[in-house]
C-alpha cells in the first residue's frame, strides 16, 4: 500500500473511494483512521491492501465496504489474467471467500461480491482477460448505483424534515461511509439544499470515535450546522427538548425490519422511543438481507479489547481489564419510524413492508 496523497482537510474533498486506470490499475481511498488531523489518500495496489484497509477501517461504513471490496476482487485477479478460465473462476471463488473474511456484519460486503461473481458466471463464455473487464465494469457499476441511492435516498429522507429542525446522528453514515454523499447525512445535506435549516447533534460514537472524527467534520466542510456530544449526553439533549429526530444508517437489516448499526445506536433509539423523537434509519436496498427473519441472527462483529483500554494510542483503564466489544448493535424494528430507502419511506416498520419495498426495487 502506498501514500498518494496529502492534502489539507478545508480543500475539496475527493471521492472516498476511486479506481485508477484500466484493468491493471489499483483502488485509491481516503484513510480514514487518520481524520480529522490528516487527510491523505492511500494506494490499494493488492487485495491484501484491500482486506488490511477493510480490516483496520481505513475504509468503513456499509456500502464504502461493498465497493471496496467489489474493486478489490479485481485486483486479486489480475495475476490470474494468463489464466484458464478454470483456474482465473477457482482464483475467483478464493478471492471472494478472502474478501468475505475482513469484517462480518455489513452486508453490503457480501452482496457486492455475490453480485460480482454472478456477472461472471453469466460470461460462461469470455476469456479471463474478458471476465477481468467485465468484473471492474461491474464494481464501477456498484459504486455509481450506490452514487445515485445515496442522492434518492437524500431527496426521500429531506421530506421528514422542517425548517429549523434539529437532528441527532450517530457514527458516520456520510459521504466517507459511501460512494456518493451518505446514507443519513445525505438527507440532511438534502435538506439544506432545498433551503431548510439543519442543525446536527453528532453523537462522538465511542470506542473508535467516528461521530467526533469523520460526521463532524464532514458537516463542516459543507457547512452545515453541528454540536459534538458525548453518546452519553444524547438524552439529556432530547430531554431539553433539543432534538426533532434522530437519523442513522444501517450495516444490515433483516426481513422484520430488525437494523444492525454501530454500537449505541440501539440505546439512541430506545432514548429517543422515551421521549416520543421519531428514530429514521437511513439505508439503500443493498442493506437488507432478507435472508436474516430478524436482527438476531444478524453476526456482530467483536473487535480488539484495546480500542477500549488503549484509544487512539492511550492507556484508559488498567492492565488486563477485562473488555466487551462489539462493533454493532441492533435496533429492534418497533423502535424505527421508518426506513428511509431510494424508492421511498417503509412505515411502518414491517415484515410485509421490508419484503415489498425490497422485492419492488429488485424488480425495477
Ligand atoms: O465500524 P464502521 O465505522 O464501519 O461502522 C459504520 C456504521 O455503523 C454506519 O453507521 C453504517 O455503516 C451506515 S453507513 C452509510
Known amino acids: 500500500m502506498t501514500s498518494a496523497a496529502s492534502v489539507s482537510a478545508s480543500a475539496k474533498v475527493p471521492r472516498t473511494?476511486?479506481?485508477?486506470?484500466?484493468?491493471?490499475?489499483?483502488?485509491?481511498?481516503?484513510?480514514?483512521?487518520?481524520?480529522?488531523?490528516?487527510?491523505?489518500?492511500?494506494?490499494?495496489?493488492?487485495?491484501?491492501?484491500?482486506?488490511?484497509?477493510?480490516?483496520?477501517?481505513?475504509?468503513?461504513?456499509?456500502?464504502?465496504?461493498?465497493?471496496?471490496?467489489?474493486?478489490?476482487?479485481v485486483l486479486g485477479l489480475q495475476s490470474a489474467v494468463e489464466r484458464s478460465r478454470g483456474e482465473f473462476d477457482a482464483a475467483l471463488e478464493q478471492t471472494v471467500e478472502y474478501l468475505s473474511s475482513s469484517r462480518p456484519t455489513a452486508v453490503n460486503l457480501f452482496w457486492a461480491l455475490d453480485r460480482m461473481r454472478s456477472a461472471a458466471k453469466r460470461a460462461a463464455e469470455a476469456d479471463s482477460a474478458q471476465v477481468l473487464q467485465l468484473l471492474l465494469d461491474e464494481a464501477r457499476q456498484i459504486e455509481e448505483e450506490d452514487r445515485e441511492m445515496c442522492a434518492a435516498i437524500g431527496r426521500v429522507g429531506a421530506e421528514l424534515l422542517r425548517d429549523g429542525d434539529s437532528v441527532l446522528t450517530h457514527c458516520n453514515a456520510g459521504g466517507l461511509a459511501?460512494?456518493?454523499?451518505?446514507?443519513?447525512?445525505?438527507?440532511?445535506?438534502?435538506?439544506?439544499a432545498q433551503g431548510k435549516q439543519i442543525h446536527v447533534f453528532v453523537d462522538e460514537t465511542r470506542p473508535l470515535l467516528q461521530?467526533?472524527?469523520?460526521?463532524?467534520?464532514?458537516?463542516?466542510?459543507?457547512?452545515?450546522?453541528?454540536?459534538?456530544?458525548?453518546?452519553?449526553?444524547?438524552?439529556?439533549?432530547?430531554?431539553?427538548?433539543?432534538?426533532r429526530a434522530v437519523v442513522t444508517g444501517a450495516d444490515r437489516i433483516a426481513a422484520n425490519g430488525d437494523a444492525a448499526n454501530k454500537i449505541g445506536t440501539y440505546s439512541v433509539a430506545t432514548l429517543a422511543k422515551a421521549h416520543g423523537i421519531p428514530f429514521y434509519v437511513a439505508a439503500p436496498s443493498s442493506t437488507f438481507d432478507l435472508s436474516l427473519s430478524s436482527g438476531a441472527e444478524i453476526p456482530i462483529e467483536e473487535r480488539a479489547a484495546n480500542e477500549i483500554t488503549h484509544g487512539f494510542g492511550r492507556q484508559t483503564a488498567p492492565d488486563n481489564a477485562q473488555v466487551f466489544n462489539p462493533a454493532f448493535d441492533v435496533t429492534d424494528a418497533e423502535l424505527i419510524a421508518a426506513i428511509i430507502t431510494e424508492r421511498g419511506l417503509i412505515t411502518p416498520v414491517t415484515e410485509e413492508n421490508v419484503r415489498r419495498t425490497v422485492q419492488r426495487i429488485a424488480e425495477s
Open 178 to 192: 459511501t460512494a456518493g454523499d451518505g446514507t443519513a447525512l445525505s438527507v440532511f445535506f438534502a435538506a439544506a
Open 211 to 243: 461521530g467526533a472524527r469523520l460526521t463532524e467534520w464532514e458537516l463542516m466542510q459543507r457547512s452545515i450546522p453541528a454540536t459534538l456530544i458525548c453518546d452519553s449526553m444524547a438524552g439529556w439533549v432530547m430531554k431539553q427538548g433539543g432534538v
Open 17 to 73: 473511494l476511486s479506481w485508477q486506470g484500466d484493468t491493471s490499475g489499483h483502488l485509491r481511498m481516503i484513510d480514514q483512521t487518520l481524520l480529522p488531523t490528516e487527510f491523505r489518500e492511500i494506494d490499494c495496489k493488492t487485495v491484501e491492501d484491500v482486506w488490511e484497509a477493510i480490516r483496520m477501517l481505513r475504509v468503513r461504513g456499509a456500502p464504502a465496504i461493498g465497493v471496496a471490496a467489489a474493486y478489490g476482487l
